[in-house]
């Protein structure tokens, strides 16, 4: 027979600290069992109502890594479908759950599963007690950060508007974006100022459009140092040949990076302004320069020697 686990269901976009939590209670109400992680893949929303999904903060990748770093020693993937969408509350419990063994099932007191959400806590508590299932079932209370319940909506909401420090102190962490570095105009490199290029797609959220100070991270790399960063989200207004919104990311006093192709993680620290159209370079330039100080404090970083090499942009 297969050994009991403690399971944890949820979409988990960003993995934020009140999911870190859910998965934290788990481990504390059953130490010995192990940890199974159920989420789902698209997000309902892209399936219930195609169009209307939320733009995520995490891929599924990131989210599995970041399951496992809270604690998952497994995530289970389940694929949302339409045929998922119609399962009966029963269906869920007989076909997701049971397979895992549970002892423990874990959930936020918000919960709802089952075709047009007709389970809820209290119903799966009482699956959770017949013969064939005999888990209990652990309801979390939502947690509050700075008198704001933490979610994801708010924390998508914080970042569309900018708001990354809101963004960060309930996620735990800065809001990442991560993507293949592209190449650009080279208008950076020719400025003096070279940068990393990443499309924003659409399925991903990128914040409002401005500039940031944050970090850059290498993700080819198996043990990388994040690198300061200088951080501009939009479609350049200065220049009219950038349709499309891009993240462009320029580490600090460093001309010497070969990034083409290369998957990088950008992390955003603050905002320091909003995008501005500049009637010529010489302005565009000083303005660059700015920020480059600006993020520096942000960072709290003292002035590096400018290094002299060729760079991708």
């Known amino acids: 027979m297969q050994n009991p686990t403690v399971v944890v269901i949820g979409n988990f976009d960003g993995v934020h600290r009140g999911h870190r939590e859910l998965l934290a209670h788990a481990q504390s109400q059953a130490p010995g069992l192990r940890l199974v992680a159920v989420t789902f893949w698209p997000h309902p929303q892209a399936v219930i109502h195609p169009g209307s999904e939320p733009q995520l903060l995490t891929g599924l990748d990131d989210r599995i890594r970041l399951l496992k770093q809270a604690g998952a020693a497994e995530v289970r993937v389940v694929p949302f479908t339409r045929d998922l969408m119609a399962w009966s509350p029963e269906q869920f419990v007989d076909q997701v759950l049971a397979p895992l063994h549970p ?177 010529g370079l010489e302005t565009l330039v000083k303005q660059i320069a700015a920020d480059v100080d600006q993020t520096r404090q942000v960072l709290g970083l003292a002035a590096l020697a400018p290094a002299s090499h060729d760079a991708a942009e």
């Open 103 to 279: 002892e423990v099932v874990v959930v936020g007191t918000n919960f709802t599963f089952g075709s047009r959400a007709a389970g809820s806590v209290e119903t799966l508590a009482e699956l959770g007690r017949r013969p064939q299932s005999r888990f209990r079932v652990e309801p979390l209370s939502l947690l509050a950060t700075d008198q704001q319940i933490t979610c994801s909506s708010l924390i998508r909401a914080s970042i569309e508007a900018g708001d990354v420090e809101t963004a960060e102190e309930h996620l735990g962490r800065p809001h990442r974006y991560v993507g293949t570095v592209v190449m650009g105009h080279q208008r950076g490199r020719e400025l003096g100022y070279p940068t990393a290029n990443l499309p924003v797609e659409a399925w991903h959220l990128a914040p409002a459009d401005g500039v940031y100070a944050g970090w850059l991270t290498r993700l080819d790399e198996p043990d990388p140092t994040p690198m300061p960063a200088a951080i501009s989200v939009g479609t350049n207004p200065t220049f009219d040949d950038v349709p499309d919104r891009v993240v462009e990311a320029y580490v600090l006093d460093r001309s010497d990076l070969e990034l083409y192709g290369v998957r990088v993680a950008v992390d955003f620290v603050k905002r320091l302004r909003g995008n501005v159209k500049f009637t």
